[in-house]
């Protein structure tokens, strides 16, 4: 009995402002050097990453 079609989770945005910050937190939480206050690359990556796909809507202006 498998006729019932369940709905397809759809496939995580790829410019999700949410999905982008969650991967910045989870990463500062998981990463030596961010924990210890360093600079870290990765984190510098995901933190650009993560502005960006909050898009032009989110401009800062100075
Ligand atoms: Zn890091």
Do not use: D
């Amino acid at each position: 009995m498998t006729a019932q079609t369940e709905p397809v989770a759809a496939p995580e945005p790829v410019a999700a402002p949410e999905a982008a910050y969650r991967a910045l937190i989870g990463h500062t939480y998981s990463c030596a050097t961010c924990r210890a206050g360093a600079s870290c690359p990765t984190a510098v990556q995901l933190g650009r990453t993560w502005r960006e796909t909050r898009g032009p809507m989110r401009k800062a202006r100075r």
